[in-house]
């Protein structure tokens, strides 16, 4: 028996109403990992490449638990796309960029080589061999390409034109994701007998150059954990009907992590550890008794190859296929009206990219489409609503965000085309029907935001070695959100910086823009009606040869005292994919700031300004560390830039 644990969550952090946050879910997940540590129980285990990258910046110390694991004998890891795109409806060049990315990663927070990767997740499930058996086999991955791939147990039985009135229909009606949900007990036997038993072996994929699929149970999905006396009898009927019915066969569960956890949407918060009781029971079992055996794929493959060779038709899992609505091929959701205006933003998006050329591998290229296959996690998941599947809320939202590609690839695109001079412009850059302002110049390509509290959205440091980010951390959750450039309030995220503590989100209106060689400015008015703030000034002023912004501030006085945060995140990609590791604190007394590795980005208080530094809100926002200053007069100035500074001035130093 192989046990296969598949754990995915987007950039997420804690902080949530109403779910849980990263936090709990990382120890319901440890718990898990203790008892296969117990009971010295094998298991394989997937992680999304979103998933990593949250834990490397929230929870590093997690990963030890997996390389405790990895020496102890008891784990193998499954490889699969960075953030589970739905990839037959993704093009060939993106969904190679996401197997890669999952593969670094791996590597790079679990110590494990691409070539020890050997099988490979469908993300959702969902094949097609014509699109995705090359892909896997194709020798440019850096394990050189998969030698298994784990599939529904469904798939292996014919679906021609449609699943009415195929063979797969026919399988359906016995398995257990069929009929228990609707109040049916199961049919082991039934299920078991079907056919020529080929659900329960493994086999090669015709067409896909030696790729080995290895079913996974419908049945055991229903069974473990095992929850009542039901589903122990269950679990027991079907490994028994598995050894009647075809020798040595090897019987595959493979489900969300979270299910067996019972943490997420398989529990109530918060978490409590009594809930891993049903699965401990089962470890236990499973390591006593002497019928069953548990195993390591990759070793078991190498013993006990494919004998047939098989053709997979399109499919899923029954659930997504059928009682979802989802159809075969995912279909009915890519294409569904609701979900009409997200796809057209995300295929705008690669098109830009696709259309990119050179300004694609450049750094800051690199970071666009990393946030790309981010804004594509589980594409187009819809939830069950009365009436029918509707797009989730966090679907949406994350592909909404897809839009910050244009602004990523138009600082790439300024960045090979600056000639020496500053420039100022208004226009809808992220393609989201509302107006920003960009100030760019030699060293500096800015990206304020009026109608969403006059807020420094972007900042591009241009001089860096390819440019990168450090002002803005888009790829980050954005819980239902799905505004572009709006502070985010539950939990606190996306301040960018200059962002007034109360007032983030207030409409400010562009009273006057304009440059020349020398420098570029824009004069921004506070005009939300109501607020302690209407009426106050903010101007923004870049120098053509500059690495800082000017930012001037005029106050009514009854606004005073009044803070103003700033999340800086030096080289926003670098943080993505390596987390912490090399962030420090940087600068003293009237600057401050963070640096990562030779990327630093500052805050800085010019002399006598009435303006002191206070305590954030809270330390850090996804990626990016947290400062706060206050002013206690109505009239203040203050600067922010890259690179090492020259006291007592802000200028870029030597």
Not at 185 to 209: C, K, M, N, V
Request: glycine share 10%; charged share 20%.
């Amino acid at each position: 028996m192989a046990i296969v644990q598949h754990g995915q969550q987007y950039l997420i952090t804690d902080g949530y109403e109403g779910r849980e946050g990263l936090s709990e879910i990382l120890e319901a997940f440890a718990a898990v990992f203790a008892l296969h540590l117990r009971y010295a129980v094998p298991f394989h285990l997937h992680l999304s490449g979103t998933l990593i990258e949250a834990i490397a910046w929230h929870s590093p110390r997690f990963f030890e638990w997996i390389r405790v694991l990895r020496r102890r004998g008891l784990l193998e890891l499954i490889g699969s796309a960075y953030a589970q795109n739905i990839m037959p409806l993704s093009s060939a060049e993106h969904n190679l960029r996401q197997l890669v990315e999952a593969l670094r990663l791996y590597r790079r927070h679990l110590g494990v080589e691409p070539l020890e990767v050997q099988g490979f997740w469908v993300p959702e499930r969902v094949w097609d061999t014509g699109k995705l058996a090359p892909l896997l086999r194709d020798q440019r991955l850096p394990n050189g390409g998969y030698r298994y791939v784990l599939l529904d147990d469904r798939l292996v039985y014919p679906l021609g034109d449609s699943h009415e009135g195929s063979q797969r229909q026919r399988f359906d009606a016995t398995s257990a994701p069929a009929r228990v949900p609707g109040g049916e007990p199961p049919r082991t036997q039934s299920w078991a007998e079907f056919g020529d038993g080929s659900h329960l072996e493994p086999y090669w994929i015709e067409g896909a150059d030696a790729l080995a699929a290895l079913p996974i149970s419908g049945e055991l999905r229903y069974c473990l954990p095992p929850l009542s006396d039901a589903r122990w009898a269950h679990l027991q009927e079907t490994l028994q009907a598995m050894a009647a019915r075809c020798p040595g066969p090897i019987a595959v569960y493979g489900d969300d992590l979270e299910k067996t956890a019972a943490v997420g949407p398989w529990g109530t918060s918060p978490w409590r550890k009594e809930r891993l009781r049903p699965y401990e029971k089962f470890l236990a079992w499973l390591r006593e008794e002497p019928s069953v055996r548990p195993v390591l794929i990759s070793a078991w493959l190498a013993d006990h190859p494919p004998q047939r060779w098989r053709p997979v038709d399109r499919g899923t899992y029954y659930e997504l296929a059928c009682t979802m609505g989802a159809g075969e091929d995912y279909g009915r959701w890519w294409l569904s009206p609701g979900w009409q205006p997200y796809r057209e933003s995300l295929a705008e998006a690669e098109a830009h990219l696709l259309q990119s050329g050179p300004l694609a591998q450049t750094p800051i290229g690199e970071l666009a489409w990393k946030h790309y296959m981010a804004c594509s996690y589980e594409t187009g998941w819809h939830v069950l609503e009365e009436g029918g599947p509707q797009p989730a809320p966090w679907s949406r939202a994350l592909a909404s965000h897809a839009r910050a590609v244009h602004v990523m690839l138009g600082a790439a695109r300024w960045q090979r085309e600056r000639d020496g001079r500053a420039r100022a412009q208004l226009g809808d850059v992220d393609r989201d029907g509302r107006a920003e302002v960009v100030l760019k110049g030699g060293n500096l390509y800015a990206v304020i935001a009026p109608e969403f509290g006059g807020r420094l959205v972007f900042l591009f440091d241009l001089a860096a070695d390819g440019g990168c980010l450090v002002v803005g951390n888009p790829t980050d959750d954005w819980n239902w959100q799905e505004e572009c450039n709006r502070f985010m309030e539950v939990p606190r995220n996306h301040p960018g910086a200059f962002a007034e503590v109360g007032h983030e989100n207030e409409r400010y209106v562009v009273k006057a823009i304009r440059s020349d060689r020398r420098w570029a400015e824009v004069h921004l008015a506070n005009a939300e009606a109501g607020s302690p703030l209407q009426g106050a000034t903010k101007v923004f002023r870049l120098s053509a040869g500059a690495s800082f912004l000017d930012v001037t501030y005029r106050l009514p006085r009854e606004a005073t005292p009044l803070a103003v945060e700033f999340c800086l995140s030096p080289d926003y990609l670098v943080l993505l994919r390596g987390g912490r590791r090399f962030v420090r604190p940087s600068g003293a007394g009237s600057t401050r700031g963070w640096r990562n590795g030779q990327v630093c980005v500052w805050v800085r208080v010019p002399p006598d300004e009435p303006v002191a530094w206070d305590t954030p809100a809270q330390e850090e926002c996804g990626h990016g560390m947290m400062l706060r200053l206050t002013a206690y007069g109505p009239s203040f100035s203050l600067q922010l830039g890259t690179g090492p500074v020259m006291p007592g001035n802000g200028e870029r130093g030597t």
